[in-house]
């Protein structure tokens, strides 16, 4: 889940600077699945389902540029 660490809580997605080859596929809030699109948002507590081939993401925070 999204922690208050994460720096993208509250922005829309076409706010983030995301690195290359990182997609948001899809957002999870109370149970319900979000298909996001550059409108959506993050919130705290928000499963984030991330698509990549960076082995090297550890949180949230590693997917923005």
Known sequence: A???KALCIDKTLK???LK???LIAAIIRNNEVIIPDAN???KLNDSVIVVTNNPYL???NDILA
Do not use: M
């Open 40 to 42: 959506s948002c993050i």
């Open 2 to 4: 999204v922690n208050s």
């Open 58 to 60: 550890d949180n949230l």
């Open 15 to 17: 706010e983030l600077k």
């Open 20 to 22: 290359k080859g990182i």
